[in-house]
DNA sequence: GCATGGCCGTCAGCTTGCCGTCAGGTTGGC
DNA sequence: GCCAACCTGACGGCAAGCTGACGGCCATGC
């Protein structure tokens, strides 16, 4: 589940991202309203977590404009504002839950697991390239409509490759993703899991660039 | 919407049932567990207000119970308890929300608002998946016509996998709706109950995807 | 209190298929 | 033409996953 945290608070912030991250989640954390809106455009959020006091603005009325949009990604509101009118305004703006500060962080995860099934079932957004559609959420290709399996390395390859689009990758970059600094080089992994994905995803997928790396291909 | 207020405390019963009353809803008001039981079998509630300290019992097991006979009605805890621990044991033992006395009426009235809308629009659907017919809200499977009895195990793994058709789910995240909050599951539970269900509701039912997680299957 | 039965977590032994490695072929730059 | 970089088919090791068995725990019944 992708999940998107917009909290300035520079203690709080990482504490709740850790915890998240903890449950198996993947977080991505903004301290800004602005970065939050750029964050949302570019990637779809099973659940955005929203600190209301913000350097860059209230977050009520970034969740009403969200709405505004029809934009029904689950909020759950997180702040430091324990007025009861408070909670009212963020439930009547459309969050769907709402912790008051100081959070505890086994209750964020309960509420979070709460929200994650009550809202299960959400269309996920497709991203297309070419003859490929992919979701990112369900890790499902389809190649010409259909179905396409990739094996665990090939999905964080390829991740790799769709999260940097147009962007040149270095084998060591990629070892870097694949491997996490495990310090040894001396095989041509990276070459022969950019074969395989080739030869499922087809052939113009992944593009070389002799001596520099690797490079999503033009759809 | 019908709902049914358990709350022995003969100043905040009246007080919420006419809250509620002025919303438009339909009340019954019991003080006691064993009327709640009685009213419960009876009509279909949809909606249940619970308060946790009962003349002849904790309503934590009350929630327990229900919720362990595969009942899905809708719950909001209402009680004095304030400890975190409380609140996340309601939760885990499967309630939809959670206020804590004193309770703002308005705030109630927005939450009941809240989990109505959520719970909207649904009634009885038979999803049919093979030669499984599912009634998500009765819990009930049929395989081939046949009656298959899962237990609460299995049903929240089966539940994980039919709101999200098609979805991969990781172990992390299954273990995360099925365990909520416990923080280390050092065993292969997952791939036990995966187990049974395949065995029960046919081998293909799910379908393996090797480090990655698992899949509901294609029909 | 004791027995029974169902559910669920743990474990051990087995099966499966992913992935790292390698070798031989191909491509591209000079 | 030469060499380095890259491609790809093949293969075996081993980690991930499967499942039968067992025991603890909690209800329920007598």
């Known amino acids: 589940m992708r999940i998107l945290l917009i909290e300035d608070d520079t203690v709080l912030g990482p504490a709740v991202r850790d915890q998240i991250t ?23 959020y099973d659940l955005v977590l929203l600190d209301l006091m913000l350097p860059d603005g209230r977050g009520i009325g970034f969740l009403k404009r969200l709405r505004g949009r029809g934009d029904v990604t689950p909020v759950i509101i997180l702040t430091a504002l324990d ?71 090939e999905w964080a390859l390829f991740e790799a490759f769709l999260t940097r689009p147009g962007q040149l990758l270095s084998k060591a970059q990629l070892e870097g993703k694949l491997y996490a600094f495990e310090d040894d080089i001396g095989s041509n992994t990276i070459e022969v899991h950019v074969s395989r994905l080739r030869k499922k995803l087809g052939p113009e997928i992944i593009t070389t660039e002799r001596g520099l790396g690797y490079r999503l291909g033009t759809p």
């Open 83 to 153: 007025q009861v009118s408070d909670r009212i305004e963020g439930l009547n703006a459309g969050a769907d839950d709402y912790l008051v500060k100081p959070v505890d962080l086994d209750e964020l995860s309960a509420r979070i697991g709460s929200v994650a099934r009550r809202y299960a079932g959400n269309p996920n957004p497709i991203v297309s390239h070419g003859a490929l559609d992919i979701d990112l959420a369900a890790r499902t290709v389809h190649r010409d409509g259909r179905p396409v399996q990739l094996t665990a390395r």
């Open 22 to 44: 903890g449950d198996g989640q993947s977080v991505d954390w903004v301290t800004r309203l602005d970065a939050a809106g750029d964050a949302m455009a570019a990637a779809a």
